[in-house]
């Protein structure tokens, strides 16, 4: 299974500003992605932990989310299929074992997001048009993968140039999909 520490910039933003930033950037890269979104007894929402299998070019991605003092702490492996049955797996199961979660997972939720990608050498810049329980959510990310100060000083260069002003959004996708039902 694989770990990194995600650190991030995200804020939810309207549809005008969403297009605003994709013409001054432009996109590498427009993905489907369908996510759906798992929790078990007890809760791991409660710990604040995430998890959900992402479909994406035929592919299916388990990743749980594990908040830390400074980022995310994202374990992540490829799955064979999306499925509550795939999670009952050595290598899940070890990771339940350490957070002291328990299987069965039951699915909680589920979106689709249009996610157009521009990949700076600083990090990933994702400008995701999400579709929550038959609503329309627009949200920017900036997932840093050089430095963290200056991942966030060029992020934060890019909205001024698109005339926006960066507002933290504390509510995750997961917590927007299965908390906001």
Not at 67 to 79: C, I, N, S
């Amino acid at each position: 299974m694989n770990e990194n520490l995600e650190i991030e910039y995200k804020m939810l933003v309207s549809e005008q500003e969403f297009n605003q930033l994709r013409d001054l950037t432009g996109v590498d890269q427009v993905l489907v992605q369908s996510n759906v979104y798992y929790d078990c007894t007890p809760s791991s929402t409660l710990k604040h932990i995430a998890m959900r299998i992402r479909d994406v070019q035929g592919k299916h991605w388990f990743t749980m989310k594990i908040p830390q003092a400074e980022g995310v702490r994202e374990m992540e492996m490829e799955l064979p299929e999306n499925s509550p049955e795939a999670l009952d797996n050595p290598e899940i199961r070890a990771l339940f074992d350490e957070l002291g979660l328990t299987l069965p997972v039951h699915v909680c939720g589920q979106m689709i997001t249009h996610r157009h990608l521009r990949v700076y050498p600083l990090g990933e810049l994702c400008l995701d048009h999400s579709l929550i329980n038959g609503r329309s959510d627009y949200e920017i990310e900036f997932e840093i993968t050089g430095d963290p100060q200056a991942g966030k000083a060029f992020f934060l260069d890019l909205l001024n140039q698109a005339g926006l002003t960066y507002r933290e959004n504390k509510r995750s996708k997961y917590a927007r999909c299965v908390l906001d039902q």
